[in-house]
């Protein structure tokens, strides 16, 4: 069972940034994408990024293309989320995940994951 806990939300205001980190207990052949989706009061949750484990390749929502950035710390088995230029909409819940590769057509979607951490808040005041 991989275990995630993410860390780092808080409050922040309009134009700030914020790193979000999420600490993977195992990395398997299994589980070789990690992913960072949000949900926001009232909203469904969203899919922001995903990076792959071993070659580091990225893929970002077109909403916070150019103002977020994802990473990894192999040695660490550390998932990061850069935020910048933060907007009041990117207020939300922000949860890391981790699961099989089925293509990144299917990335975006929550349902390719098998492991979630448990959230952190981020809210940008205006």
């Known amino acids: 069972q991989v275990q995630l806990v993410e860390s780092g939300g808080g409050l922040v205001q309009t134009g700030g940034s914020l790193r979000l980190s999420c600490a993977v207990s195992e990395r398997t052949s299994r589980t070789p994408v990690m992913g960072w989706f949000r949900q926001g009061p009232g909203k469904e949750r969203e899919f922001v990024a995903a990076i792959t484990w071993t070659s580091g390749l990225t893929y970002y929502a077109d909403s916070v293309k150019g103002r977020f950035a994802i990473s990894r710390d192999g040695a660490k088995n550390t998932l990061y989320l850069h935020l910048n230029r933060l907007k009041p909409e990117d207020t939300a819940a922000y949860y890391c995940?981790?699961?099989?590769?089925?293509?990144?057509?299917?990335?975006?979607?929550?349902?390719?994951?098998?492991?979630w951490g448990q959230g952190t808040q981020v809210t940008v005041s205006s």
């Open positions: 995940a981790t699961g099989p590769f089925g293509g990144w057509d299917r990335v975006r979607e929550d349902s390719s994951y098998d492991y």
